[in-house]
């Protein structure tokens, strides 16, 4: 079974562009959760999706959005790109309705760098 | 307010040799403890996730322990390999639904040398 997913590998935006990241959940599995990794804040949660609904979300400024398609595939966008959003985007997907309570398995990530 | 703390912050030691790493937690209520391992520029893999219940949980040379009384676990490594150098990460859920209840420890990274 094909794991997680995550396009684009690397990325190179300017500050003020706005940028959209891909996942593609492991088949079956229906939460999709998002994370920003930097070396000096660890890893830090950005937002849960399960069935197409956002179940919860971590303390980040509006900029940062995502949604959840009928498929289960999950997208986040960042908007108005500052230096201090670049950072490892890693996605995770879970068998059940909640990350809390069932094993994550993680996406390779996107790495986002910000001039 | 829940927090994950991780011992040490990094290690080096030599290839055979065994180490144990330490994470102390205040997240409360406890749902589980899961350690993960991370690899350079890549995601997190899971090594082994253990419940209230649980105090002892192998996965190969990994063996992690969990005393829920004194918030602690540890990450045991045995007879260590090279390809065991990466960051290792401990994370703690909390039971409810009051926003996401997923805590990470800041991680300890691992260098094992020849």
């Known amino acids: 079974k094909a794991g997680v997913t995550q396009t684009p590998r690397y990325l190179i935006k300017t500050r003020g562009q706005q940028v959209t990241l891909s996942c593609s959940p492991i088949?079956?599995?229906?939460?999709v959760s998002w994370y920003q990794q930097t070396p000096g804040q660890g890893l830090q949660f950005l937002f849960e999706?399960?069935?197409?609904?956002?179940?919860n979300k971590g303390n980040f400024p509006g900029r940062f959005s995502g949604r959840q398609f009928s498929n289960s595939r999950s997208e986040m966008n960042v908007s108005t790109l500052e230096l201090g959003d670049s950072a490892l985007y890693l996605c995770?997907?879970?068998?059940?309705?909640?990350?809390?309570?069932?094993?994550?398995?993680f996406g390779p990530g996107t790495r986002l760098t910000v001039t | 307010k829940n927090q994950v703390e991780q011992s040490p912050q990094s290690l080096i030691i030599l290839e055979g040799k065994n180490c144990t790493l330490q994470?102390?937690?205040?997240?409360?209520?406890?749902?589980?403890l899961r350690w993960y391992k991370q690899d350079t520029g890549r995601g997190p893999v899971s090594l082994t996730i253990?419940?209230?219940?649980?105090n002892t949980k192998s996965n190969g040379r990994y063996t992690a322990t969990l005393d829920a009384d004194t918030k602690q676990s540890s990450l045991h490594i045995t007879a260590s390999q090279l390809s065991d150098s990466a960051s290792y990460i401990c994370?703690?859920?909390?039971?409810?639904?009051?926003?996401?209840?997923?805590?990470f420890g800041g991680g300890t990274r691992l260098m094992v040398k020849p």
């Open positions: 995770a997907s879970s068998l059940g309705w909640s990350s809390l309570n069932y094993e994550q398995y």
């Open positions: 088949s079956g599995h229906r939460s």
């Open positions: 999706y399960f069935s197409e609904t956002q179940r």
């Open positions: 253990m419940t209230f219940s649980e």
């Open positions: 994370v703690v859920s909390a039971s409810g639904n009051a926003g996401n209840m997923l805590t």
């Open positions: 994470c102390n937690y205040t997240v409360s209520p406890f749902s589980n």
